[in-house]
């Protein structure tokens, strides 16, 4: 075999292996993305993932991979695990409530009815308030939860992906199924629902209307300020709708003029982002009480290191 004849090889298989892992990338990260809540970190197992793939495909001795995206996610989860620690170290200095990172992308008109493909698309885009529950599982558990929940995969599947037996896979998925289930019914309110209450939201905090608040509001709301110490944000969440209320009324003299609304999708859904002086300053994503129009849960996401995407 000559040097040129290998050479060629050698840029044939690169080329193979790099389509391979472009076809299944847009997978890979959202769920690596959906494991860990972080865009940075998703990158980060992104790009190891990617290195090990490319050495497997470069070791003529190793022999083929049948299943491409099998070997591909079964990798990116697994180093998703491995950055775990990493990121709940980091997680544990955080000033303030840490909520996920945005997605955050154009406001795309509602899918056609039956349109199968983008119902898969809108499943695998979590939403904020799902994600910050899922914060609250054990690694194993969520990972266990996304596979099988969000992505669809089989307890089979997800056993050869985590390297753990079918019976203790299901104990995983179970016992994050209930935990999930007992503090977020897995619901979605209507786009339009959601973007009218959050008009509404915003012209009554904005301009200091309490009664409106009030009225807006479930009794167990809870208000997420991630300013991460570098915006404003509060040391803790909020919860109680007379609290959240006044608070949030109280701050309109200060925050509510001079502001920008723009809607864009956050996760798939229906948000804002509020900017001052050409500026991002906060995106600000509502969740609503099953069937019903009352705001249950405000997350406000003022940390500049995450809003970087929209400066």
């Not at 199968?116 to 914060?135: D, I, K, P, T, Y």
């Not at 807006?216 to 109680?240: C, H, I, M, N, Q």
Request: proline share 6%; charged share 25%; net charge neutral.
């Amino acid at each position: 075999m000559t040097g040129e004849q290998t050479a060629a090889e050698h840029d044939a298989a690169r080329e193979t292996a790099t389509r391979e892992y472009a076809d299944h990338r847009e997978l890979l990260f959202s769920l690596v993305y959906n494991l860990l809540g972080s865009v940075a970190d998703t990158e980060d197992v992104l790009q190891d993932t990617w290195l090990a793939w490319a050495a497997r495909r470069a070791d003529a001795a190793a022999g083929p991979v049948e299943h491409p995206k099998a070997y591909l996610v079964r990798v990116a989860v697994n180093r998703a695990l491995a950055q775990q620690a990493a990121v709940s170290r980091r997680r544990e200095t955080y000033v303030g409530p840490w909520l996920p990172e945005p997605l955050v992308g154009p406001l795309a008109e509602p899918a056609a009815v039956g349109d199968g493909q983008a119902q898969v698309e809108r499943a695998e885009s979590v939403s904020l308030a799902l994600l910050v529950v899922l914060e609250t599982l054990s690694p194993l558990e969520r990972s266990a939860f996304v596979l099988h929940e969000v992505f669809g995969y089989s307890g089979a599947e997800i056993a050869g992906i985590l390297g753990r037996s079918p019976a203790a896979v299901r104990q995983l998925t179970k016992r994050a199924r209930e935990h999930v289930r007992a503090r977020r019914p897995r619901y979605e309110p209507e786009p339009a629902v959601r973007r009218q209450v959050t008009e509404r939201f915003l012209a009554a905090a904005l301009g200091g209307d309490l009664a409106a608040l009030l009225e807006l509001l479930s009794p167990e709301v809870t208000l997420w300020g991630d300013g991460g110490g570098k915006a404003p944000g509060g040391l803790r969440p909020l919860t109680g709708r007379s609290k959240v209320a006044r608070l949030l009324a109280g701050l309109a003299p200060k925050t509510g003029r001079g502001l920008d609304v723009e809607w864009r999708s956050v996760n798939g859904a229906p948000a804002v982002v509020l900017s001052a002086f050409g500026r991002a300053f906060a995106v600000l994503v509502l969740d609503l009480v099953p069937d019903g129009d009352r705001i249950c849960g405000i997350y406000a996401v003022s940390n500049p290191d995450k809003l970087g995407g929209l400066a």
